[in-house]
């Protein structure tokens, strides 16, 4: 068993420069919140992005592949390192177009479609392989759970810390 990768190939490239392109945007972009809240989405888009591949990617049910095989190799780390950037953004966009309840649903639904349409890059970069009758329609669930849990999450931080610098 190779931890690196198995090949390196199409997809590991297109993880390299995904990554770096969230990264630079990240970067790129005026820091907008406390250092602490920064980090806190951060750790929640990689930790969200962890535990629904290994609770649907893997295990009994193992509805996708990622990479080139069913292990885990380094570049998984780094497709999950791509999670917490997208986070952000989803947060920081979030505060700047100051979404309130008449406008929540339909920004989440519009951060569903740019999940769902990335997730369709994944697969046809090779990031991605879905597997036992999963199909991409279904992730629209995923999305939709993960970016409402998400903001939810940031409304209730916001309101019982100061979030911004």
Same mark, same amino acid.
């Given at each position: 068993?190779?931890? $690196?990768?198995?090949?390196? !190939?199409?997809?590991?490239? +297109?993880? #390299?420069?995904?990554?770096? &392109?969230?990264?630079? /945007? ?16 951060? #750790? $929640? ?10 609770t649907i990617g893997g295990? $009994? ?6 990479? !080139?095989?069913?292990?885990?190799? $380094? *570049? !998984?780390?780094? =497709?999950? /390192?791509?999670?917490?950037?997208? %986070? ?17 649903? *339909?920004?989440? /639904? #519009?951060?569903? @479609?740019?999940?769902? +349409? ?8 090779? @990031? ?7 199909? &991409?329609?279904? %992730? ?12 939810? =999450?940031?409304?209730?931080?916001? %309101? ?6």
């Amino acid at each position: 068993m190779n931890f $690196l990768w198995q090949n390196f !190939d199409k997809n590991e490239i +297109s993880i #390299l420069i995904l990554m770096t &392109i969230a990264y630079a /945007l990240f970067f790129v972009l005026p820091f907008k919140f406390k250092r602490e809240i920064t980090w806190l989405l951060m #750790l $929640l888009g990689f930790t969200i992005g962890v535990f629904f591949d290994f609770t649907i990617g893997g295990g $009994l049910i193992d509805f996708f592949t990622l990479n !080139d095989t069913n292990h885990y190799e $380094l *570049f !998984d780390f780094c =497709y999950y /390192l791509i999670f917490a950037p997208f %986070s952000y953004f989803f947060i920081y966009f979030y505060d700047m177009f100051n979404i309130h309840k008449k406008t929540f649903i *339909f920004y989440i /639904l #519009l951060w569903v @479609i740019v999940g769902v +349409s990335m997730q369709w890059v994944f697969t046809k970069l090779g @990031i991605v392989e879905f597997q036992n009758g999963y199909k &991409i329609p279904f %992730s629209f669930a995923v999305f939709l759970t993960t970016q409402t849990f998400t903001a939810l =999450y940031f409304e209730l931080i916001r %309101s019982r810390f100061q979030v911004l610098k």
